[in-house]
């Protein structure tokens, strides 16, 4: 169960709190004049360090959902009342984009002061607390150097406002992400190797798994000034490091990964959710204060004006995402058997979990009157309901990942919006592809590497073709993409892989040929709204813009091009 390991979300680097603890315990401010005499102030220390994961504009939203998660196979299913970042018509004074900037330096801050405060007590600076901000230190600066470019790196603690502090100048992109990769390699070994209070906590094999990610974006095609070969290298060494652990397995069942998280269940058996930003509560009340939307924004549809909440099925739910026609297409039709595609039923398992043929809105379909939030409800397309054909429905499906069946999260009281559900940062399954991808990279495709792909493959129970149709570089480089796709959609991974492959704007304008199909005709509202967002992306989307108010502030700072 989470709820040993549970930070308690102080938001320290908000209000300006000193720190919040990993048990279940009411938050505890530490004076600076008895900061860090026990190991149990450690705790709330660093908790505060971790807090920045679970902020609104990090993973609780901004960051996780409209900034990460509107991709080419993942988009906004809503036209009024959402943020501009969903439809790319940001500019660098919008609010989400200002507080994910302003959370994730709050982040860096937190460490860079927890860190200065160990180094003053007793404790030695290699104590495992001290690793573990410092790894976070270094993810803080990768997600923004991922995002924004350029950007300051900020590595020791300012405690005053001194100009000369504020004022700094951005660091390359490319030297911000060796600088993460060099902090990480440099620490890991100091971090813990057993599992006991992962997937809440950093472990080694967790840095091993970032590094293979950051060094996979330090390789790709929009970083300038590295060593692309060495990069690959590096991301293989370090993915392999994760899976020569055998600390890590694939669970059997895809689904029970995510119903883990909705559950508020850790998986201790088999390890695969390696590392994920925890929520707690529905804000029901104080003991029980969320910042996670997950499940709320992506999830199932279910907004009944009921209040009979005890009996819903599915608790309230905006459901602000679909899979988009080229996910049910990479799904149905890509990398299929010829077997396979002449089935006339869903068979890859991630299909049926993540784009459910159901939601909860309830109202008449096809004659029938279904009651949202209690009834599950079909979608209807070209008047073929998804209960008469589970095929039907193609693009239009909610994001089914961390849907807030009652089964599964259990009744809530009211009609809470916030959720206690968690966010994966890191699964197993990415590492395997991580790892196929670079050493395919860096050597060419071999069958060791198809056995890798395969063994994702062969949890979604869908058969693979031979090795010998993904001999090429090339067609194996395809075939990683596309199962990366299939596996990691709406885990706020896509858009990323996206802008390091340098097919970003290329994929979003896909949209055009998309809608046209006749499985999603032009006429279709929600076809139309992902054509009007891809439509919006420039280049210019490969970056964030940097916020108006942090240029205003910091007068060594420069605005990313086209912004």
Known sequence: MKTRYQI???L????????????????????????????????????????????????????????????????????????????????????????????????????????????????????????????????????????????????????????????????????????????????????????????????QTTAAGILARIYLFLGGETVTGADKKTCFKKAAQWAWFVIDSHKHQLNPDYDQVFINMISDLYDTQYRESMWEVEFKGDRSSADKWSNGRIGDILGLQSTSSQSNFSEWNCNYSYAQYNGSLKLWDLY????????????????????????????????????????????????????????????????????????????????????????????????????????????????????????????????????TRPYGDYASQEAFRQFVRNERGRELVFEALRKYDLIRWGIFVEAMHGYALQTSDDRWSANNTLAQYALATANSVQPKHIYLPIPSKELGVNSLLKQNPMW
């Open 332 to 463: 149905w039709s890509d990398d299929r058997t010829d077997d396979e595609k002449q089935l006339p039923v869903i068979t890859d398992k991630r299909q049926e979990w993540n784009l459910p043929p159901y939601n909860y809105r309830g109202g008449k379909v096809d004659g029938v009157e279904y009651t949202a939030s209690m009834d599950k409800t079909p979608y209807i397309y070209e008047k073929v309901t998804t209960f008469t054909d589970p095929t039907t429905a193609a693009g239009i499906r909610n994001c089914g990942k961390w849907r807030r069946e009652a089964l599964y999260e259990g009744h809530q009281n009211a009609k809470n919006l916030h959720t206690g559900i968690n966010f994966p940062l890191l699964r197993y399954s990415d590492v395997l592809l991580m790892y196929a991808e670079a050493k395919n990279e860096d050597e060419g495709p071999s069958e060791e590497l198809y056995d890798f792909v395969k063994e994702v493959r062969d949890r979604a129970g869908i058969a």
């Open 12 to 203: 320290m680097a908000m209000t300006g709190a000193t720190a919040c603890s990993f048990l279940e315990e009411e938050p505890q401010v530490i004076c600076s004049d008895t900061f860090y005499k026990s190991e149990a102030e450690l705790r709330y220390g660093l908790a505060g360090v971790y807090g920045a994961l679970s902020n609104l504009n990090s993973y609780g939203n901004s960051y996780a959902m409209p900034i990460s998660n509107t991709d080419d196979l993942s988009y906004q299913n809503r036209v009024h009342n959402v943020p501009s970042v969903y439809w790319y018509n940001h500019n660098a004074s919008d609010t989400d984009v200002l507080g994910c900037w302003q959370i994730f330096y709050a982040g860096i801050k937190n460490a860079n002061e927890y860190m200065a405060a160990i180094a003053e007590s007793e404790f030695d600076p290699n104590h495992a607390y001290y690793s573990e901000a410092r790894f976070l230190r270094a993810y803080y600066h990768f997600i923004l150097a991922q995002a924004w470019g350029d950007v300051p790196l900020r590595t020791h603690a300012t405690l005053a406002p001194d100009p000369e502090e504020v004022n700094l100048a951005a660091t390359p992109q490319a030297d911000v992400l060796q600088w993460c990769c060099s902090e990480i390699e440099e620490l890991l070994p100091l971090l813990a190797e057993e599992l006991d209070e992962a997937p809440s906590r950093v472990t």
């Open 8 to 10: 308690l979300i102080a």
